[in-house]
């Protein structure tokens, strides 16, 4: 085949470092068009990007040509200087060491974009370690709770 092709969904979520709320919900916009914005240069375009006060979530169509351990560390380099430059509470902003990624079926993207827009409601009853720890069952991922969170 002289094309290669591809349509690989990724949702992933990572947080802050010691899930620190310090994610202000007037910054969260420009935050996630930033984080949006990193992606589309890495040729994986967002989904959906959606930020709570501790934790990120996105959905991005994985570029052919990177791996997903690439993107995590691209997004996290470039947005964590952006960070830094937004507030002098933020000049040791840092996201946390590890990431979380599932893969997502083309026929549940919608949904999952829904997931990812609604942080806000739902986090109202589920807090994101265990929102975090549900995502891994589900998608049959054993960990060991002394090292998912740092």
């Given at each position: 085949?002289?094309?290669?092709?591809?349509?690989?969904?990724?949702?992933?979520?990572?947080?802050?470092?010691?899930?620190?709320?310090?994610?202000?919900?007037?910054?969260?916009?420009?935050?996630?068009?930033?984080?949006?914005?990193?992606?589309?240069?890495?040729?994986?375009?967002?989904?959906?990007?959606?930020?709570?006060?501790?934790?990120?979530?996105?959905?991005?169509?994985?570029?052919?040509?990177?791996?997903?351990?690439?993107?995590?560390?691209?997004?996290?380099?470039?947005?964590?200087?952006?960070?830094?430059?937004?507030?002098?509470?933020?000049?040791?902003?840092?996201?946390?060491?590890?990431?979380?990624?599932?893969?997502?079926?083309?026929?549940?993207a919608e949904a999952v974009a829904q997931?990812?827009?609604?942080?806000?409601?739902?986090?109202?009853r589920v807090t994101f370690q265990e929102?975090?720890?549900?995502?891994?069952?589900?998608?049959?991922?054993?960990?060991?709770?002394?090292?998912?969170?740092?």
């Open positions: 085949m002289p094309q290669s092709l591809a349509n690989v969904l990724v949702h992933i979520i990572f947080s802050t470092k010691g899930r620190q709320p310090i994610l202000a919900k007037a910054l969260r916009p420009e935050l996630e068009a930033y984080l949006a914005g990193i992606l589309g240069n890495l040729d994986c375009p967002a989904v959906r990007v959606g930020a709570m006060p501790d934790h990120v979530h996105f959905l991005c169509r994985l570029s052919r040509n990177l791996a997903i351990a690439k993107v995590v560390e691209e997004v996290k380099k470039g947005s964590s200087k952006w960070m830094k430059t937004k507030a002098a509470a933020l000049r040791n902003f840092h996201w946390q060491n590890g990431y979380g990624a599932f893969s997502v079926s083309p026929s549940e997931y990812v827009a609604n942080q806000e409601e739902h986090h109202q929102e975090y720890r549900a995502l891994l069952e589900k998608h049959g991922l054993e960990f060991d709770e002394r090292y998912v969170w740092d």
